[in-house]
Antibody, heavy 121, light 110 residues
Framework: EVQLLESGGDLVQPGGSLSLSCAASGFTFRSFAMNWVRQAPGKGLEWVSLIYSSGSNTYYADSVKGRFTISRDNSKNTVYLQINSLRAEDTALYFC??????????????WGRGTLVTVSS | QSALTQPPSASGSPGQSVTISCTGTSSDVGGYNFVSWYQQHPDKAPKLMIFEVSKRPSGVPDRFSGSKSGNTASLTVSGLQAEDEADYYCSSYAGRNNLVFGGGTKLTVL
């Protein structure tokens, strides 16, 4: 079955760090760019980060630049998001999504179910 | 990068058609044919409904269609069905390796 499965979400204090994972299955992971998209409670979707299929290029939304790091391990079919210096406004459901066309930002044709990050003291 | 502008809500009766707009700028919607639409039911992951302005992925009913004129894209749902009730989000490539979403529209089937 073609799917993405996120994990790693947790309750974290402000200023803390967290590492999210997204395990892919059912498709040739190394051939696709991957993204992270987040959704704050009751709010809309926000693109967070993109990594090319080879891992050679990474891009970030301005709101997370310098605090978030995306990476991938094609031997493990997994993409990661390292989140540092967490703020209350980072509280959200974090989805990973497979990117198509235009370097992986054309559209997202496969989504995981998300992992919840809550930042609170 | 500012979010694309969508109406917060839309509604229609079963069998009717409803159109949801998505307004951006010449730097995003108007500048690229990479506008997508996603459907999200409560507590579910988003689902791709339309890509590249007007293309439908396999399995998406042809009741869903997309278009664009200038800086505004539109999603039309024809022959409304109860299961179409959901939140809908547009997105657009916004240049310089950036992507922007709309604020979302809650579609209610009356």
């Amino acid at each position: 079955e073609v799917q993405l499965l996120e994990s790693g979400g947790d309750l974290v204090q402000p200023g803390g760090s967290l590492s999210l994972s997204c395990a892919a299955s059912g498709f040739t992971f190394r051939s696709f760019a991957m993204n992270w998209v987040r959704q704050a409670p009751g709010k809309g979707l926000e693109w967070v980060s993109l990594i090319y299929s080879s891992g050679s290029n990474t891009y970030y939304a301005d709101s997370v630049k310098g605090r978030f790091t995306i990476s991938r391990d094609n031997s493990k079919n997994t993409v990661y998001l390292q989140i540092n210096s967490l703020r209350a406004e980072d509280t959200a459901l974090y989805f990973c999504a497979r990117g198509r066309e235009f370097g992986g930002l054309g559209y997202f044709d496969l989504w995981g179910r998300g992992t919840l990050v809550t930042v609170s003291s | 990068q500012s979010a694309l502008t969508q109406p917060p809500s839309a509604s229609g009766s079963p069998g009717q058609s409803v159109t949801i707009s998505c307004t951006g700028t010449s730097s995003d919607v108007g500048g690229y044919n990479f506008v997508s639409w996603y459907q999200q039911h409560p507590d579910k992951a988003p689902k791709l409904m339309i890509f590249e302005v007007s293309k439908r992925p396999s399995g998406v009913p042809d009741r869903f269609s997309g278009s664009k004129s200038g800086n505004t894209a539109s999603l039309t749902v024809s022959g409304l069905q109860a299961e179409d009730e959901a939140d809908y989000y547009c997105s657009s490539y916004a240049g310089r390796n950036n992507l922007v979403f709309g604020g979302g529209t809650k579609l209610t089937v009356l």
